[in-house]
């Protein structure tokens, strides 16, 4: 076979999706985020309401709808349930990695571009996200390919119109799938280049005020049509969450302003290291390069900056900056290659967090055999006990993923003599493999231990009780107790659920290091199960109808 352009694309393609669309659907959705576009997917389709989006059947004004109906689609195909939840982010990987070979390939070269989509699938959190239900890699790819066309615009003099107006577009579709967070960030990185390169275009207002007027078209349709509908109240409420976004921590996610850094060093481990490597190496000195360079660390810096200094913080807040990140890190390994030398510091660094996640990778395959031990280091954590006395089996061949790692990260560190290319090939085949064993060995096991037991009463019970999460946010009662959009509308009064004269058996939920609290606030609750980290609470006063028997057993299901 003869190899170019198209059948590496196609390679990339049929290998992305062999990795990941096997084993979408082994764990159930995660609460949040996951859960929370799922259920907003599902309820378009058992409503027939697929022009706004709703979470417990009412207006969601949180995110537009781009992403809601592309998971409506794929239930439609697949049905709904967690394999189509996450299958348009596989497509989306699909999309990443094709688009990354071919800009590095038209940038530098086709072994450049190969290495780039090795470099990025071969982090943990790059990859990991294409095995996920959330909105960002969608998001993210919008916005880089936004950026990658405004990059080809101003490779001249003269921008070219064409390529500004497929930016506009790109960027529009990304604010139509998470809102305007994605016109900020870009504008912020367009103004941050035209100071640093104010003399190098001949810049025209007209095309400001084309670029704009198109995003705002794809972006604010949804919203225009809301308001066409007569709930203007939608777009409040949106800016108001995006402004608490900013100046607050939303739902508890406050982090320190190194939260970001911190996350991005060690998940996005091997170029994380290599990224920071390329702050000391040699600049290009290819013109074009050397272009695309500046864009993509303004686009690094602009996102890191901008959350950072946002008050909540959730770890794929910052993954957009993975696409410059890798592309800047490829660009360090590609000069060393090309230069036949490989950091000493570098290598010796990568090799200590190599052997660190190692370990973890080990320890979390063998979390049922090593239970006592690491119950001794957490005694009085009420949550890590709860979790932990679950009965979840292990595997000897689930510690070997961590061996896996160990072994590729030294065979780096030894082909690295010889060849700096080959050895940078084993290290991200690796790390690669690696998250892709970890993606279909433990994170269906953390599943278990984490909320399985719980989402498991959730199916058993639906439609026949009542769920009442009290004290926190979620919304996988909603999706897992299969929520109907005709349901009893005092379920919304917790007065109602905790006193009233209800015509169902109502489950309270609650964390079990929250019981205490919650005892003490409703006194008519009486602890019944203990599912994992929460609490099954039922009431216990003369006047309800579905007390249970004085001689029956609190049940202990851990």
């Known amino acids: 076979m003869k190899w170019n352009n198209w059948t590496i694309s196609a390679t990339i393609a049929i290998l992305t999706l062999v990795l990941t669309v096997p084993f979408l659907g082994e764990s159930r959705l995660f609460d949040w985020d996951e859960v929370n576009f799922a259920e907003a997917a599902r309820e378009m389709i058992v409503s027939g309401q697929y022009g706004y989006v709703q979470i417990n059947f009412e207006p969601f004004w949180e995110k537009p709808p781009l992403f809601i109906w592309m998971q409506v689609l794929s239930m439609k195909l697949f049905g709904i349930n967690s394999f189509a939840a996450r299958f348009p982010n596989a497509i989306c990987g699909v999309l990443s990695l094709v688009l990354l070979f071919n800009t590095g390939q038209r940038l530098i070269s086709t072994r450049f571009g190969v290495l780039w989509v090795l470099v990025y699938a071969g982090s943990f959190l790059s990859q990991f996200y294409f095995r996920s239900g959330i909105i960002d890699p969608w998001f993210n790819l919008f916005i880089f390919f936004g950026i990658h066309q405004m990059v080809l615009a101003t490779e001249a003099e003269q921008m070219n119109r064409v390529q500004l107006l497929l930016s506009a577009i790109s960027v529009g579709l990304a604010v139509l799938t998470k809102g305007p967070t994605a016109l900020g960030l870009v504008g912020i990185a367009s103004v941050a280049y035209l100071l640093s390169r104010f003399k190098s275009h001949e810049w025209k207002l007209i095309d400001a005020f084309g670029y704009g007027f198109t995003v705002l078209s794809v972006g604010f349709s949804y919203y225009l049509i809301e308001l066409l509908r007569g709930h203007g109240y939608v777009i409040e409420q949106a800016i108001d969450y995006h402004i608490r976004l900013f100046s607050e921590s939303e739902a508890g996610h406050g982090q320190p302003f190194y939260y970001h850094p911190i996350v991005l060093l060690f998940g996005c481990f091997p170029m994380s290291l290599v990224f920071i490597a390329g702050w000391f190496s040699p600049k290009p000195s290819d013109k074009a390069v050397l272009h695309y360079r500046l864009w993509m660390n303004i686009l690094f810096w602009v996102v890191l900056i901008v959350f950072s200094i946002v008050k909540t913080k959730i770890v794929h807040y910052s ?77 000897a061949w ?34 690669l493999l690696t998250t892709t064993l970890a993606s279909i060995v433990l994170v269906p096991k953390a599943d278990k231990y984490l909320q399985k037991a719980l989402f498991d009463l ?20 909603l999706y897992y107790g299969n929520k109907q959009p005709h349901s009893n509308p005092k379920t919304k009064d917790l007065e109602w659920l905790a006193f009233g004269d209800v015509d169902k058996p109502v489950y309270f939920i609650v964390r079990v290091q929250n019981l205490a609290i919650h005892e003490n606030w409703f006194p008519s609750l009486k602890a019944t199960q203990h599912l994992g980290g929460y609490v099954i609470m039922e009431r216990t006063d003369d006047n309800y109808p579905f007390l249970k028997s004085d001689d029956q057993a609190i049940s202990t299901d851990e």
């Open 319 to 395: 993954s957009l900056t993975y696409f410059p990140m890798s592309f800047l890190a490829t660009l360090t390994l590609h000069g060393f290659a090309e230069r036949q030398h490989f950091p000493r510091v570098l290598s010796l660094v990568l090799v200590i967090f190599g052997i660190l996640f190692s370990v973890a990778f080990s320890v979390a395959g063998l979390l049922g055999t090593i239970k006592p031990q690491i119950l001794n280091i957490l005694s009085g954590n009420i949550y890590a006990e709860s979790i932990l006395t679950q009965d979840v089996p292990d595997g």
């Open 398 to 431: 689930k510690a070997s993923i961590g061996v896996f790692l160990l072994a590729g990260t030294l065979l780096f560190l030894y082909r690295l003599r010889t060849s700096v290319w080959n050895g940078t090939i084993i290290l991200f085949t690796t790390t």
């Open 458 to 477: 959730y199916e058993e019970k639906a439609n026949e009780v009542y769920f009442k999460p009290l004290g926190y946010r979620t919304y996988a009662d």
